[in-house]
């Protein structure tokens, strides 16, 4: 399992503004090459009827960049009353492969109108990422959203030893 499956509902933060291009999502670390198998989402509050968002996979690059790994584009969708219980959406079929650092996030890539969408958050165990628009600066704020994937192994990173 990457990220964290948060179902606290003492802390919720997310898309609030709406605006086209932004994005809030999780960094995760994989320790190897992981082929993921799903992603899950705890959404505390949706106020539309239903929501589509488009899914981005980032590799970092040097801490400063990041790179769509994706060759075509993933939307996940649901409906208010499907929150109840964990989104869950099947990633199996893109046979997306990860490594390294990877930043997984949501995208706002079409107006929604007025509402929002909040995720159930949890500080002390992560941070959100998130940025305003497509072309904007991703900035980091304390806490992790209810964001999570599940993945095989496929191959174990390189046992590195420290040197002190």
Not at 30 to 39: A, F, N, S
Not at 100 to 118: A, C, F, Q, S
Not at 129 to 149: C, D, F
Request: charged share 25%.
């Amino acid at each position: 399992m990457l990220g964290t499956p948060v179902t606290s509902d003492a802390l919720k933060s997310g898309f609030e503004d709406n605006t086209l291009g932004s994005e809030l999502g999780i960094m995760v670390d994989t320790k190897g090459q992981v082929k993921l198998e799903d992603i899950n989402l705890n959404v505390s509050t949706c106020t539309y009827d239903s929501v589509t968002y488009r899914l981005n996979i980032y590799k970092t690059v040097d801490n400063v960049e990041y790179k769509n790994i994706l060759t075509e584009p993933i939307y996940i969708s649901f409906t208010k009353d499907e929150i109840r219980n964990v989104i869950t959406y099947d990633l199996r079929k893109y046979s997306i492969l990860i490594e390294g650092d990877v930043l997984i996030t949501l995208e706002l890539y079409k107006d929604l109108g007025e509402g929002r969408l909040l995720f159930y958050t949890q500080f002390f165990t992560g941070l959100t990422w998130h940025k305003k628009t497509s072309e904007g600066r991703w900035t980091k704020a304390p806490g992790v959203i209810g964001m999570y994937l599940h993945g095989q192994l496929i191959k174990r990173a390189p046992f590195r030893t420290k040197k002190f």
